[in-house]
T-cell receptor
Framework: GAGVSQSPSNKVTEKGKDVELRCDPI?????LYWYRQSLGQGLEFLIY????????KSGLPSDRFSAERTGGSVSTLTIQRTQQEDSAVYLC?????????FGNGTRLTVT | SQELEQSPQSLIVQEGKNLTINCTSS?????LYWYKQKYGEGLIFLMM?????EEKSHEKITAKLDEKKQQSSLHITASQPSHAGIYLC?????????????FGTGTRLTIIP
């Protein structure tokens, strides 16, 4: 596909369970970003991958959050022991220079 | 860290009317990006501004960056229902490219027929 693809589009999970969110960036884009959008809030930066450099993890809210980017392409955001406050839309974006291209997001609901 | 404040937070406008959304930064902007988001969808890139005093237009949407590079405005002329959505401004932390963006909290635009 031509755009950033995220899966699943919706995820409902029970508190305490682990979840994995997937992002397929646009082919050739060296930079990949994860953001979180909570109800009524702006976009909160989580983590940023640029080529083979060490990722910028400065936005991860706790050690329950982690992300990988394999082969410089697909990325997985993992949330362990989910809490209700983790409920949000998780958006992935990729870029080669500017601007960022966003996927449609994964809406995570923790019950 | 850089903070972006958008105003107004929400806006209800009658179809055909003009409107303006503002984005103010606490620091000098290296690059200012405008995005639009519809419910359940990702962000759609509208325009990017980098130079002080720069102005760009696309169809009925015009974005400007002030000379001091700390404030941007987005102006929609003769609004249409298709303009409805959430408008977000995002700021680059440097001018090196491929940098993470800091976003404002958004302006929700509703167009009344």
């Amino acid at each position: 596909g031509a755009g950033v693809s995220q899966s699943p589009s919706n995820k409902v999970t029970e508190k305490g369970k682990d979840v994995e969110l997937r992002c397929d960036p646009i082919s050739g884009h060296t930079a990949l970003y994860w953001y979180r959008q909570s109800l009524g809030q702006g976009l909160e930066f989580l983590i940023y991958f640029q080529g083979n450099s060490a990722p910028d993890k400065s936005g991860l809210p706790s050690d329950r959050f982690s992300a990988e980017r394999t082969g410089g392409s697909v990325s997985t955001l993992t949330i362990q022991r989910t809490q209700q406050e983790d409920s949000a839309v998780y958006l992935c974006a990729s870029s080669f220079l500017s601007p960022l291209h966003f996927g449609n997001g994964t809406r995570l609901t923790v019950t | 860290s850089q903070e972006l404040e958008q105003s107004p937070q929400s806006l209800i406008v009658q179809e055909g009317k003009n409107l303006t959304i503002n984005c103010t930064s606490s620091k000098t902007l290296y690059g200012l990006y405008w995005y639009k988001q519809k419910y359940g969808e990702g962000l759609i890139f509208l325009m990017m501004l980098q130079k002080g005093g720069e102005e760009k237009s696309h169809e009925k949407i015009t974005a400007k960056l002030d000379e001091k590079k700390q404030q941007s405005s987005l102006h929609i002329t003769a609004s249409q229902p298709s303009h409805a959505g959430i408008y977000l401004c995002g700021a680059a932390n440097s001018n090196f490219g491929n940098e993470k963006l800091t976003f404002g909290t958004g302006t929700r635009l509703t167009i009344i027929p």
